[in-house]
């Protein structure tokens, strides 16, 4: 199993709390015969709509010595779960969470919102201390 990031079971205690389901940790994806794994995998249904919604989900720290490596590697990795989204689970739509002191500290920064703009990445923010979710932002 891959590392988990030191947010991921705030992430997914807070992804509860706000009554989503939690069906896969980790979401196992194939592309081309080769194994991915995104962190988790949610479902939330919105009965007001009788809508069912799934997402998946990346969560990154972005604790590297250099951010923009770890940029760089994010970008691919959520490139390669999106393509076998589309393959396999169409409906689930991709997110990148990242806490609110990295989205505040990094994602503010001129090469993220490029990155996350042209590359139409939806974000998940969060609080991890008070396990609450601060925003959705979709593209």
């Known amino acids: 199993m891959s590392r988990r990031d030191d ?9 509860e709390k706000d009554g ?3 069906t896969d940790d980790p979401l196992v994806l194939v592309l081309e015969k080769t ?10 249904f919105f009965t007001a709509e009788k809508e069912n919604q799934k997402i998946a989900i990346e969560v990154k ?3 590297a010595p250099s951010v923009i490596s770890e940029l760089e590697k ?3 990795q959520l ?14 739509q991709l997110f990148l969470a990242v806490s609110e ?7 503010q920064k001129p090469i993220f919102q490029l990155v996350i703009k042209r590359n ?8 991890p201390t008070d396990e609450v979710i601060i925003q959705w932002i979709t593209h």
């Open 79 to 92: 490139q390669l779960y999106q393509w076998a989204l589309e393959e396999q689970e169409a409906e689930r």
């Open 35 to 44: 194994l991915l794994k995104a962190d988790l995998g949610a479902e939330k």
């Open 20 to 22: 989503w389901t939690i």
């Open 61 to 63: 720290d972005f604790d």
């Open 74 to 76: 994010t970008m691919g």
């Open 7 to 15: 947010l991921h079971f705030s992430l997914r205690r807070t992804l």
């Open 120 to 127: 139409k990445i939806n974000l998940l923010v969060y609080e």
């Open 101 to 107: 002191p990295v989205y505040l500290k990094h994602f």
